[in-house]
């Protein structure tokens, strides 16, 4: 039998080493963070393309939290917890950024010191919240089932709390300084105001590709079949050399990561973030979606997300009966296809065609042509 | 360091008072098909248990090519170079029948989840290496055309094939197998003995076998320890074993004079 070395030693470097291909996807979200950004004004009105964004950012928060609770199959409850993090994080580096800058939080261009500050907002509040999950994820995740839920829960919660517990916002630049910072100065339960919506269609739908780029290329890789084992059979996949708690943990804190960003994109579109962000109704909203769209497929999730943030607005005209409704379409819904819109697999396995077996006789012999010397009763 | 590849001495746990593997002692030389074998309840299953981390020994030390295993995790031990199947069917049911041998390869691959993000050239390799890995050894066990089939979905014979597949997978030195042929017909069993000891004498595997059905461990193994009430009770070759008379008794009960 060869082993994995020396069939890696066998693999051509043409066949590995494809420059112009290594870009193509990237590529491929920037083309469709244009698109969406120039078509969707064209087709609806602003209404809808607020709408639009609000999608954008869930999608983002759905398709993180498939990485916690749709690969790995731990039930993470607390996703609205880091995605709250990230929207104070996110906003806080644009404001009093802002204000440190230039005085003013008036920025509006689209290539300009704002929406730098943004993009450093959204990264920062992308690793603190990684940070956040990394210290949640370590002790809880040795937790299994409804514990984690709990646990998660939890943390949600805490942050909630946190967040009120926070002081007054400084509105004046000039009482802006590193002492008056340390207090936390975010609005307590109030909310966190005055944040410019530096979040166009085009950054949101473009952080929207790149999550849904990287959480499908972990998904189709060794470390993804690892989560997915792990959400089948975690003895199994122990004793296949998976180690259980690594696994875990690297998910929760990419998914936390990815929660954060959708947060700081949340804060950048005209909303106020707040502390009742942070809570479980949030989460519910979130893993409503992952659950819906199938746990573990991307492409479920994100249709998931688009669908659950249209379908209030698009019943709008039922007026007060119009989460009747909602409600009513959910229970249909899971009791029709319980495994969500696409089970594990993704929209375009639902189109594949099977490939036909050769004719062969299922309890064959073995073979063994690959190794050297076939004795013993192999054919 | 002993000459043993495998070298087990006295490990023993018990649950509560029930003593389910006691001072159980295990040498097996590189190469070869060795069986294990012993009445329901003896503790065949406790001591691959034992072997592979899923339960932690109480006492003893094993050994795995000079290297001290009782102390690691499971993962740790399959990294070692011990895997097994379990009794049980754990298949990853969801999964296709190609991915689950491949999860198991992904334990000898070095790339990190950068590269998987980024698609760096060594993860390409990697992962065409581990695909032609996976569909080389569904090949050996017959499985090629259901590569894309759901594991669940599998006929139960194929599923233990599978089993045995996804170990290989993970290139172990000693690998164990917890009753390959239960619930298969015997043209099932006939073939499947074949392939161990295809697997056995064409890898240079070296294989670790429960079995309940006695002609396929007489047939194949090589060499046969006995287990009885968490003990061992006799070792020897399939004929040695046939005549002794504690095993004798040990599945049939004792002679007594009417």
């Keep these: ?379 | 360091m002993s000459d043993f590849l495998l070298d087990a001495k006295g490990i023993g746990i018990s649950f509560g008072g029930l003593k389910a593997c006691q001072a159980l002692s295990l040498q097996i030389p590189r190469g070869g098909l060795y069986g294990l074998i012993g009445p329901n309840g003896a503790g065949k299953t406790t001591a691959f248990n034992l072997l592979t981390g899923v339960y932690s020994c109480q006492c003893g030390t094993v050994h795995l090519d000079g290297l001290r295993i009782d102390t690691l995790k499971p993962h740790q031990i399959a990294e070692a170079g011990l895997c097994r199947t379990f009794q049980n069917i754990r298949l990853m049911g969801e999964l296709s029948v190609l991915d689950n041998v491949r999860l198991a390869s992904h334990l000898r691959g070095t790339h990190t989840i950068w590269h998987t993000v980024l698609r760096t050239p060594r993860f390409v390799a990697q992962e065409l290496a581990m695909e032609q890995l996976a569909r080389e050894l569904l090949v050996v066990m017959g499985l090629e055309d259901q590569a894309t089939e759901q594991a669940k979905n599998l006929p139960y014979g194929d599923q233990r094939r599978l089993e045995i597949c996804r170990a290989l997978a993970t290139e172990p030195k000693v690998l164990l197998l917890d009753e390959p042929a239960a619930g298969m017909n015997p043209s099932e069993k006939k073939d499947l003995a074949r392939t161990i000891r295809g697997i056995c004498d064409s890898f240079g595997m070296t294989i670790l076998l429960i079995e309940h059905d006695m002609g396929l461990v007489m047939d194949i193994c090589e060499r046969i320890t006995v287990l009885d009430y968490g003990e061992t009770i006799a070792v020897g070759t399939p004929a040695e074993i046939q005549s002794n008379k504690k095993v004798i008794e040990a599945y049939l009960g004792e002679a007594v004079d009417v």
């Design chain 1, 1 to 379: 039998m060869k082993t994995l070395a020396q069939h890696i030693a066998e693999v051509s470097p043409s066949r590995a080493f494809r420059p112009a291909l290594m870009l193509v996807p990237w590529l491929a979200c920037l083309a469709v963070a244009l698109l969406i950004h120039y078509a969707a004004p064209m087709a609806v009105n602003d209404y809808w393309v607020n709408v639009m964004r609000r999608m954008g950012v869930f999608i983002v928060a759905a398709v993180s939290l498939n990485i916690v609770n749709g690969y790995t199959g731990q039930f993470s409850m607390g996703h609205a917890g880091f995605m709250a993090i990230g929207a104070y994080i996110g906003a806080a580096v644009t404001y009093y950024g802002s204000l440190l800058a230039h005085g003013s939080t008036n920025d509006p261009a689209f290539y300009t010191q704002g929406v730098l500050l943004m993009l450093a907002g959204i990264l920062a509040a992308g690793c603190v919240a990684a940070g956040a999950g990394l210290i949640v994820g370590l002790p809880s995740l040795r937790l299994h089932g409804d514990y984690l839920a709990i646990v998660t829960l939890g943390f949600g919660e805490i942050i909630r709390v946190l967040l009120e517990l926070t002081s007054t916002q400084i509105y004046d630049a000039k009482e802006v300084t590193l002492g008056a910072l340390a207090t936390f100065p975010l609005n307590g339960p109030v909310g966190f105001e005055r944040i410019p919506g530096y979040a166009s269609l085009f950054w949101i739908y473009l952080f929207a590709a790149i999550t849904c780029l990287i959480a499908f290329r972990v998904k189709m890789c060794s470390s993804g079949r690892a989560f997915l084992s792990i959400r089948e059979d975690e003895i199994a996949a122990r004793s296949m050399g998976i180690n259980l708690t690594k696994y875990k943990v690297r998910a929760f804190v990419l998914a936390a990561f990815f929660g954060g960003v959708a947060g700081a994109l949340y804060a950048h579109t005209g909303v106020n973030p707040s502390p009742t962000d942070a809570g479980f109704a949030r989460s519910f909203d979130i893993i409503i979606m992952v659950v819906l769209g199938g746990l573990g497929s991307i492409s479920g999730s994100v249709l998931a997300a688009i669908i659950l943030i249209a379908l209030p607005e698009a019943l709008r005209d039922l007026q007060q009966y119009r989460l009747i409704v909602y409600a009513l379409l959910l229970i249909g819904m899971m009791l029709l296809r319980p495994q969500g819109l696409f089970g594990v697999k993704e929209v375009w396995d639902l189109f594949r065609r099977k490939p036909q077996p050769k004719d062969k006789d299922p309890h064959g012999p073995a073979r063994f042509a690959s190794a050297a010397g076939t004795t013993g009763g192999a054919r």
